[in-house]
């Protein structure tokens, strides 16, 4: 099973500055892997695919690069609604699909 | 528009059983994969089973191996979850989610359902 690490736990920031999450995989997920975003309350929204497809209606301040184990998701100038939990999940060997344990995104 | 709307959560004693079902509009449901993916209170995401569009193909967790059961009626564009022998870590809000041939990954969920196991 490809385990997922998320790095910070926490991030506080401003609106208007940028925000720059970590996804680290246990072995190489070449570049299958997605980001989720969800606020409290809410269901997840898929953001970003394949390391750095936006989904549809995805704002162009999201962006997501990397491949192999390493992955990053930046948010370029967070706005009020940014502010929430991201997830990675990885669909390079599955079952099971994985996701990280989140990064939450809070207002400082 | 895409809905997903899941139902037949609620409070089950351990060792008890539940099904909950998944009904899908504005999308064609029989050109989708499906999944249940559930988060435990307070917790991150957790995978729990997935069928294939035809529902030819089945995976499930190792944590609900043996005691869930995915299924599909496409001529009822619904998706369900049996699920038996439950346990208190199963405590958790259930979601169905899209899963399209196009991008490979859940870009529809429902609203959610929560399953509480407690006695």
């Known amino acids: 099973e490809i385990v997922l690490t998320q790095s910070p736990a926490t991030l506080s920031l401003s609106p208007g500055e940028r925000a720059t999450l970590s996804c680290r995989a246990s072995q190489s997920v070449s570049s299958y892997l997605a980001w989720y975003q969800q606020k409290s309350g809410q269901a997840p929204r898929l953001l970003i695919y394949d390391a750095s497809n936006r989904a549809t209606g995805i704002p162009a301040r999201f962006s997501g690069s990397g491949s192999g184990t390493d992955f990053t998701l930046t948010i370029s100038s967070l706005e009020p609604e940014d502010f929430a939990v991201y997830y990675c999940q990885q669909r390079s060997n599955w079952p099971p699909f994985t996701f990280g344990p989140g990064t939450k995104v809070d207002i400082k | 528009q895409v809905q997903l709307v899941e139902s037949g959560g609620g409070l089950v004693k351990p060792g008890g059983s539940l099904r909950l079902s998944c009904a899908a509009s504005?999308?064609?449901?029989?050109?989708?994969?499906m999944s249940w993916i559930r988060q435990a209170p307070g917790k991150g995401l957790e995978w729990v089973s997935y069928i294939s569009s035809s529902g030819s193909s089945i995976y499930y967790a190792d944590s609900v191996k043996g005691r869930f059961t995915i299924s599909r009626d496409n001529a009822k564009n619904s998706l369900y979850l049996q699920m038996n022998s439950l346990r208190a870590e199963d405590t958790a809000v259930y979601y169905c989610a899209g899963y399209s041939t196009a991008v490979r990954y859940f870009d529809y969920w429902g609203q959610g359902t929560l399953v509480t196991v407690s006695s």
């Open positions: 504005g999308f064609t449901f029989s050109d989708y994969y």
